[in-house]
Structures are given as structure tokens and as C-alpha cells.
């Protein structure tokens, strides 16, 4: 069966591939499984090399790689631009990372005991569709380093990039079948993954409620899980915070990227002695929001990634918007901002809308603001603005979330960990943290006795 891709600012293809079925995921499994022991034993400082030199090659091919991605996302071409650096610099952090991460010697009688990192073998990565090349690598450049053969699904809508990084891992001299991709549909390519007996690990990006059908379906075999799932995170300005700079930064908080961010700070909380101000700053910002063809430098906000996706996020609109901005006309699945005042018990503030819109909520105090940003089932990201600094250490303890900012919208470094809690998942990507998920301990105990 062929696989049509399209632009989502233009409705037009941007190429048709051949879609996987179980016979093809099978053979990526096992050219990734062939591969694995040469792959385990290349010494540490070659595998870094080859790793390096792939993030040289994605460094060097960043402006095909951000068209490609701007043309089948709908991103603006600044952002793909932006994420293909972070592409580059995920796989060389992941390369420095190689031979730093290593067991231990322990303090035992009768002899020396010491752990070792193993790899887990091959491993099954499924990756969505709203940065996919960026969200590919954080599973990939861990997965190499410790040692792992990678089969790689992109989402349907968007395989591309995925494909044309396999394409310069071989340039870059990685061994044939140590990253494998399959594009094909989830029901199929990942419901093969998750069931298949010699994948020893899911990593899976996208919806809880998939999220839960990977879950089941390994525990069947005992598979290692990695699951970065929905969120609904909370912006929260306290009336101390400088609102004109939270004003400002709040629409890119979660209409960038289309609002088709797991990250999207879609519920704005702002204490009630400031709420009308800060409203009125912030529809001036958002509708000063440069709104069009993503291909355009300038452009801070594309269309949705689908006709498919744009029904559902209109599905939530059950009342008058406070704002409702504006889209191109013709061609292109857009969905304007979308600014909508709600309690916390609206639907609109308790799904993830993944979409340009954002439920705006007042409160009333620091402990009415934490249970309100606490009152949801996922626990992904989000913000805090105060200049308060007791304030905020306080607040960001008491939220129960992965991943906070204190008077910033910035959720994501190379460097630091990344991940939920709650129905957001589980397991870190990111940071050294991401090498725990790729590997196994294992304790070795020798005897010094005679």
C-alpha cells in the first residue's frame, strides 16, 4: 500500500512511499538483531566517532533537513532550523557520553564486587509526528551510545527526516542495520515492535491513551518501557511577577509548533488582582503573532499538521473564544489562537487539545494556584512567574510535574533530564538520565578468598 505525504500549508504531496507491513518490520528487526554484537563491541572511542561524525553530517545537511521537515510538519522553517541544531548537538552529547557511563566498584567482604552497563540488545523506537526528527534523536543518540541496534517508526504523516538520518548514519559510517527505519502504520509496524520476541524495549512518544496500549502490550514479554505521553500544563503568573514579560513570552508558550506540543503551557493561571491586566497584555501579544507560510523566515506559527487534526481541535470551541486570531486564506489546515476563558473542570482545560488554543483560569492565592495546576491527570511541564524567589521554590516543589521553568517557557536541554509524572509517563529522556533506559545493570561478585 502507498503512503501519501502532504504539505500541510499547501494540501499538496510532498512524496508517496511504500507502506511497511509485518514482513518488512520483522526483516528491520532482524538486520538490527545481526548487527547488535558487532555494534556491543566496537570499542568506546570508535562508536564516538561515528556518532560524532553523524552529528557533523546533520550539521552540515541543516538547512535540507529543516526544509524537509518544515514542508511535511508545517512548522515555521526557523523552528525546523532551531531543532535540527539540537538534532546535531543531541548526537554529540551522546558521543561524549559513550565512555562516561559506567558501573561501579563496591565495598564487599571476602572480595571486590562491581556493576557494569550492558545494553539491552534491540530496541523498538516509535516516534510522533510533531518534531520528529528532533524527538527521534533523543531516543536514537542514547540508544547508539550504549551500545544498542535501533528499528526506528515514524509517524505516518511524517517520515522523512526520519528516513534521510538513517541515510546519513550510513554515510557517516554507522554499520548497516544499527539504524533501521520502517514507515508503515502504528496498528501494524508498532503493534508488531511492541509484540516482536527479540525487541528487548519500547521508547514511545506520543498520546496516553496509546501509551497505555503499548504499556500491555509489553508486559506480555517483560519489554523495558519509555513512555513521554500527553500533558496540560499549567502557566501560572503571580500577581508579583513582571507581567509584561510573561504577557509576552505566554503565546509562544503554547501556540508554538501549532500548540501540537506535549510541553504546550495550554492552561494560563494569573491571580485574580491581575487577571484582567494580564489578559489584556496578553491577546495584544497574541495577536501580534506572524501567522503563515512556514517557509517564510518570518513566519512564528504554521498550519496543523492534518485536515484530520483540525476537526478535533475544533471539536473543543464549545463557546464564544475571548480571542480568536487570524489565518491565511486558501489552501492549508490551519486553526487560528485561540484564547478562552474556563474553570479548571471545562473540557477544554482538562484534555490535551494539542492545538492553538489556551484556557485561561484565575485564582486566588499560591495554595489555590497549586491545586488548581495539580487538579489533572497528566504532570508533563510548566511555568512559573513571580519575583518571589521563596515563592517559586515553593511552588515548583509542591507541583507534581517533570519538567518546570521559573519565570521562562523553556522545557527542554541536551543536557538535563526530560519526562512526566503522572499520566505523562515514564522514564527520562535527555541529560545522562536518557542512558539509564537504553541499559541494564549488572553485578559481578569476584572472591579475593583462597
Known amino acids: 500500500m502507498t503512503l501519501r505525504v502532504l504539505n500541510p500549508a499547501t494540501e499538496q504531496p510532498v512524496a508517496e512511499l511504500e507502506q511497511a507491513g509485518d514482513a518488512e518490520t520483522d526483516r528491520a528487526v532482524a538486520a538490527a538483531k545481526a548487527a547488535y554484537p558487532a555494534w556491543r563491541a566496537i570499542a568506546p572511542s570508535d562508536r564516538a566517532r561515528l556518532m560524532r561524525r553523524l552529528a557533523g553530517l ?7 533537513l529543516a526544509l524537509l521537515e518544515t514542508r511535511n510538519v508545517g512548522k515555521p522553517i526557523s523552528d525546523s532550523r532551531g531543532e535540527v541544531g539540537m538534532v546535531a548537538e543531541v548526537f554529540h552529547y551522546y558521543a561524549g557520553a559513550v565512555d562516561k557511563h559506567f558501573g561501579q566498584t563496591i565495598p564487599v567482604a571476602g572480595g571486590v564486587d562491581m556493576t557494569f552497563r550492558e545494553p539491552l540488545g534491540v530496541v523498538g523506537l516509535i516516534v510522533p509526528w510533531n518534531f520528529p526528527l528532533n524527538i527521534a534523536s533523543w531516543k536514537v543518540g542514547p540508544a547508539l551510545a550504549c551500545g544498542n541496534t535501533v528499528v526506528l517508526k515514524p509517524a505516518e504523516l511524517t517520515p522523512m527526516t526520519a528516513i534521510r538520518l538513517a541515510e546519513l548514519a550510513l554515510e557517516a559510517g554507522i ?9 508503515g502504520p502504528g496498528r501494524v509496524v508498532g503493534e508488531r515492535l511492541i509484540h516482536h520476541p527479540d525487541v528487548a524495549k519500547i521508547g514511545f512518544t506520543g498520546s496516553t491513551e496509546v501509551g497505555i496500549g503499548v504499556m500491555r502490550g509489553a508486559a506480555e514479554s517483560i519489554k523495558r518501557v519509555t513512555l513521554e505521553l500527553g500533558g496540560k500544563s499549567a502557566n501560572i503568573v503571580f500577581a508579583d511577577a513582571d507581567l509584561e514579560r510573561a504577557a509576552a513570552a505566554a503565546p509562544y508558550a503554547v501556540f508554538g509548533n501549532a500548540g501540537q506540543d506535549c510541553c504546550a503551557r495550554s492552561r494560563i493561571l494569573v491571580q485574580r488582582e491581575v487577571y484582567d491586566r494580564f489578559v489584556a497584555m496578553l491577546v495584544a501579544a497574541t495577536r501580534a503573532l506572524r501567522v ?5 523566515d518570518a513566519t512564528e506559527m504554521g498550519p496543523l499538521v492534518s485536515a484530520g487534526h483540525r476537526t478535533t481541535v475544533a471539536s473543543f470551541i464549545e463557546s464564544e473564544p475571548l480571542f480568536t486570531g487570524s489565518t491565511p486564506d486558501g489552501p492549508g489546515f490551519w486553526f487560528p489562537c485561540t484564547l478562552v476563558e474556563a474553570t479548571n473542570n471545562d473540557r477544554i482545560a482538562r484534555d490535551e487539545v494539542f492545538g492553538p488554543v489556551a484556557a485561561l483560569i484565575p485564582f486566588t492565592d499560591e495554595a489555590d494556584a497549586i491545586g488548581i495546576a495539580n487538579d489533572t491527570p497528566y504532570g508533563l511541564s510548566g511555568s512559573i512567574w513571580t519575583t518571589n524567589g521563596a515563592r517559586a521554590l515553593r511552588v515548583a516543589r509542591a507541583l507534581e510535574t517533570g519538567v518546570l521553568s521559573i519565570n521562562s517557557n523553556s522545557s527542554v536541554r541536551v543536557s538535563t533530564p526530560f519526562g ?31
Not at 503563515?292 to 517564510?296: H, I, S, V
Not at 515514564?426 to 579475593?448: I, P
Open 175 to 183: 554499520p548497516k542495520g544499527v539504524l533501521n527505519v520502517v514507515v
Open 58 to 64: 546533520v550539521d552540515d545537511h541543516r538547512e535540507e
Open 420 to 450: 512526566g509524572f503522572k499520566q505523562s509517563g515514564f522514564g527520562r529522556e535527555l541529560g545522562m538520565n536518557a542512558l539509564d533506559g537504553y541499559s541494564e545493570v549488572k553485578n559481578v561478585f569476584m572472591t579475593t578468598e583462597g
Open 292 to 296: 503563515g507560510d512556514p517557509e517564510d
